[in-house]
């Protein structure tokens, strides 16, 4: 429910609403000046890629069963590429607007300075984070056969809240009766979207080279998701519950509240029934919105915890202006840590990326949490593989052990993975398309909708701008 822009009343007991934007300026630009680097541009180009100047727009056109099967648009593939195209190209043609040389810590200023105001004011618009992060809640229900509408269409640019609203509650009493691991997932996928945004940048950064200057763009996600996660357990979850209680129509009210309230106590609590919450205060329909008042002490300090733990996301040297390291002569590498919230608890991921003439490869070992134990993962991705001048070939294989039936309270284990293969064509120097054909089994996967398995195939194209 909260746009990623308002995410900064969350930093704890710091300033009311309508000042929590500048906070948030002044937090992220600290540091912003550390990103700086004071003696370099920002994201600087590995040498022998070539397309330090480029937009990569990875555009997937058709997501089965996604689309074929439940009808929905768009999928999280879909929104992802568009986020990450459009965030590309905004930066790219914002710097062409201010063409001043990176010769002194002014010009360079000058040009973070659009840029960060941009990334800013333009987050409640189609296509930005805002969108992105309401995109992903809405195709977890998707896959569930809800329908519902994103409210960034409105372009209500200075909204204190932006919702997902068009579900019933009828809707929402049989995702908690049949799929209760989906309805968690579903409250977390928001940030999820964010994360995944950042990383997207960055892979692009790191294989192909772009310089399209997303260091603040990654600081203030970061700062967005950090506060965010934070407030579950602050009064900011408590007054958002009692300032939305005028909306006398259910489907006018957001599918959810104060995400990450809602995501634990849904959590800890998979066999109460949704109509359980109570009574709305207009006297129609469900108390959907759950406040820290709401939660036992034993969900509060877990909660507590994920906004402790979520700054690990931070552990993460791009944001830094630190896109690779030098293992020898031709090959890269780099490193970060990822924390999630699931349907199941949480995942800590630590992730190497490396890159050389030959390979261009991530390796991220996992580790998946419930309330009792931990649970291993390993995954293995190569990119772009040459089978010929024109095709190349993107494998990725996944090993898991996850708590049985996604369930939170439970010492069982269920084996599982994914595996997908991808095919890309160039047609041209600037015009690629690409065929990806995989499955997985039950469990959690980010940027992925389904807890079920699934066998899925994308279709799209990839564009390359050169500047």
């Known amino acids: 429910m909260v746009a990623p822009l308002r995410q900064c009343d969350a930093l704890p007991e710091i300033v009311a609403s309508r000042s929590s934007r500048t906070c948030c300026s002044l937090l992220a ?43 929905s648009y768009p999928s999280m593939a879909q929104s992802l590429g568009a986020s990450s ?150 009064d900011l979850s408590d007054r958002l519950k009692d300032e939305r209680t005028d909306q006398d129509d259910p489907e006018e009210r957001d599918f959810v509240g104060h995400d990450f309230t809602s995501w634990v106590y849904d959590l800890h609590r998979p066999n109460e029934p949704y109509q359980f919450r109570g009574t709305h205060p207009s006297g129609e329909g469900v108390d959907r919105y759950r406040g820290k008042r709401d939660l036992t002490d034993e969900e509060e300090k877990f909660l507590n915890l994920q906004g402790k733990l979520i700054w690990l996301n931070l552990v ?26 699931t349907s199941h608890g949480y995942t800590i991921d630590a992730v190497v990326l490396s890159r050389s003439p030959q390979w261009r490869q991530i390796v991220t070992l996992r580790g998946y949490r419930n309330a009792y134990r931990w649970y291993p993962g390993l995954e293995y991705e190569l990119i772009r593989l040459p089978l010929t001048s024109k095709f190349s070939l993107s494998p990725r294989l996944a090993y898991w052990q996850q708590p049985r039936d996604q369930r939170f309270k439970t010492h069982s284990i269920a084996e599982g993975g994914m595996g997908s293969v991808t095919l890309h064509y160039e047609a041209s120097e600037n015009w690629e398309s690409f065929l990806e054909v995989g499955g997985k089994t039950a469990g959690w996967l980010a940027s992925n909708p389904y807890t079920d398995s699934v066998v899925e195939t994308r279709t799209g194209v990839t564009v390359v701008f050169q500047w």
Request: glycine fraction near 6%; aromatic fraction near 16%.
């Open 29 to 71: 630009g600290l540091f912003f000046v550390i990103g700086l680097g004071l003696g370099s541009p920002p994201a600087q180009a590995i040498p022998d890629l070539g397309r330090d100047s480029a937009v990569i727009c990875d555009l997937t056109l058709l997501d089965h069963p996604f689309q074929t099967a439940f009808g």
């Open 85 to 234: 195209c459009f965030y590309q190209w905004s930066h790219r043609s914002l710097i062409r607007l201010t063409p001043d040389q990176w010769e002194t810590f002014w010009q360079r200023f000058r040009q973070y300075f659009v840029l960060s105001l941009f990334d800013a004011i333009a987050t409640s618009v189609p296509l930005a984070n805002t969108w992105l992060h309401e995109e992903y809640h809405r195709a977890v229900m998707a896959v569930r056969g809800i329908d519902s509408y994103n409210e960034v269409y409105e372009l209500d640019l200075f909204a204190e809240v932006i919702q997902v609203s068009g579900v019933k509650d009828e809707q929402l009493i049989d995702l908690k009766l049949n799929h209760n691991q989906d309805l968690v997932r579903l409250a977390a996928a928001g940030i999820e979207g964010t994360l995944e945004l950042n990383y997207d940048l960055q892979k692009k950064q790191f294989f192909d080279g772009i310089t399209t200057y997303n260091n603040f763009l990654y600081i203030y996600n970061y700062i967005g998701v950090v506060s965010y996660v934070g407030s579950g357990t602050s």
């Open 316 to 341: 993460d040297p791009f944001w830094l202006n630190l896109s690779s390291f030098r293992w020898s002569d031709t090959t890269r590498w780099n490193f970060k840590l990822r924390h999630f919230l």
